[in-house]
């Protein structure tokens, strides 16, 4: 689907200072090279299976199946990876890589932590340095991730700067990346960023994506009819979108963050609410002013909570082969404790917008078709900030 | 043939940055006449943006204060037209991609003609990306200034050759902001800039006493002071004027001993 290195459609390039252009010329290269080594790739699919617990499995969800009454619902259980989310994915492929160029120390971003808390996981396996970057907000709001974290061995730096929030991670990751790029890398968390981030990370991903459509031909015998992901930047669904591009007869849906409503002003819907720009080293849209300052954005999914979306759905949307659905804190909260109460899995609040727009489009299917749905991550760490929103005052 | 040529021509420049409605606009009008008077060559207006990464703990706060003030991109298009009528001081303006592309790249570099700005560095805006702009720049006069970072090594040859106005020499890894010492050889990446072109070459980032001064400008052919000043106004707020025009003055001596 890429036409230009980097470029997905008119999205993506390398919007970056002077100063980091050649390390991303380092990591591209050496990525190249890690793709067509047998020793890489091998390695890579030990920790996937033997340290990461893949492939994860493909459920039939029945009882959800029977209660909607519509299409075949089945639940893609990225929730059981190890650090319990698709995050784990992307940090062993890129710490890895990190390893390969010679790297002794990484640096992520987080929001919620699951990021930070998978690339804790990684660094520590593989025994690099590991500083994290996290709001100040979102250090408050997770402070059992921040403790995890350095658990781990991980330094974790609460941003002040700006809003406080994963945007401002993003920046001041970049500020350190730009300081000190000799001995470190710069694990990305999502696919985002300058390139070659977007399609790495989508690279790292796309085994979601392989494994649906290996265990659904096992059990079906045929592709599905609908795959749904929840998007903020996006990693889960790409990787679970990418194997499924030239199938046309798959809908391609993404789930975005629409807070307390895409029409109010408190949400994080990009595709709904957003336009073309430039940030964060890519071009794609984002939620800006008319001045082209960005947006404060809102979702009670701290994961979801950034004012962008990759450049690679940017071009999905433009070209209509992927479709993106604003799903709100209610109708996501509802489809939390859903599932909680109807299969016994308490998905990330993440996962839970993907839920829910799948409780409104598997009535209007027949009962032959069949939806997946990538259940991203678990939702052990949203449970305390579920209750409160219920109104029952208990902290973690 | 722009006004950027002539701030090289009164010994090693002194190019100084403020950003723009910090704490408001009539403060920055204000001290870019101070900053004219007291020996700066050429000023650079920096357009406060909401993330500013390739900025310091100094100018993030100071983007953040004109922000909050309600400073827009219009409003410094309208500060340009009133100071123009009564200098012909080299003014360039310094942002990042976004609010530019989001104004719309042709009627931004228009208004820049229109209002008098001579230049624009757009740091997030690296040479492979710049295609996309660079021939609206030169539609409408306007120099487009490529950076050189302490990276770029082999890169140096092909930005320096397509240079314009004058080139902006990373003296450091890292963002903006003071520095005890810098650290780089800068007078070896300047020499590979010879090699290829006479552009006017001035070092920035890191830059905050006599002595750096003095010393960059010993290499180069001028010296660029941000957040030193931004910290003046930071700490004089819309009294700046004595503070400003003090320091301004012993860098341009400084820089040309």
Known sequence: MEQKKGRFGQFGGQYVPETLMPVLKEVEEAYEAAQKDPAFQAELNRLYSEYAGRPSRLYYAEKMTRDLGGAKIYLKREDLNHTGSHKINNVLGQVLLAKRMGKTRVIAETGAGQHGVATATAAALMGLECEIFMGKLDTDRQALNVYRMELLGAKVHAVTSGTQVLKDAVNEAMREWAGRMDDTLYVLGSVMGPHPFPTIVRDFQKIIGREIRKQLLEKEGKLPDAVIACVGGGSNAMGSFYEFIEDKEVRLIGCEAAGEGADTPRNAATIANGRLGVFHGMKSLFCQNQYGQIDEVYSISAGLDYPGIGPEHAMLHDTGRAQYVPVTDVEAVEAFEYLSRTEGIIPAVESAHAVAYARKLAPQMRPEQIIVITVSGRGDKDVAAIARYRGVEIYE | ?257
């Open chain 2, 1 to 257: 043939m722009s006004r950027i040529k002539n701030a090289f021509t009164k010994g090693k420049a002194f190019i100084s940055f403020l950003t723009g409605g910090d704490p408001d606009i009539a403060t920055t009008e204000r001290l870019i006449r101070v900053m004219e008077e007291n020996g700066a060559d050429l000023i650079e207006i920096g357009i406060p943006f909401s993330d500013p990464i390739a900025e310091g703990p100094v100018i993030q706060a100071a983007d953040e204060r004109a922000l909050k003030g309600g400073c827009t991109t219009d409003d410094l298009f309208e500060m340009v037209r009133r100071l123009r009528r009564s200098t012909q001081i080299p003014l360039v303006f310094m942002t990042y991609y976004n609010p530019v592309f989001s104004y719309g790249n042709e009627k931004f570099l228009k208004n820049c003609q229109e209002a008098g700005i001579d230049g624009v560095i757009i740091p997030d805006l690296p040479f492979e990306e710049s295609d996309e702009i660079r021939d609206t720049c030169h539609q409408y006069g306007i120099d487009l200034i490529n950076m050189i970072a302490p990276t770029s090594e082999e890169r140096i040859a092909r930005i320096a050759a397509s240079a314009e106005g004058f080139l902006y020499c990373v003296s450091s890894l890292g963002v903006t902001g003071m520095r005890e010492q810098i650290t780089t050889d800068v007078a070896s990446m300047i020499e590979k800039v010879r090699k290829i072109s006479n552009i006017p070459c001035a070092i920035g980032f890191g830059i905050s006493g006599s002595q750096q001064a003095k010393e960059m400008g010993a290499v180069s052919d001028g010296v660029i002071v941000g957040s030193a000043i931004v910290k003046l106004i930071a700490e004089h707020g819309t009294d700046s004027d004595a503070a400003v025009a003090d320091f301004v003055k012993q860098m341009k001596e400084a820089a040309n001993p």
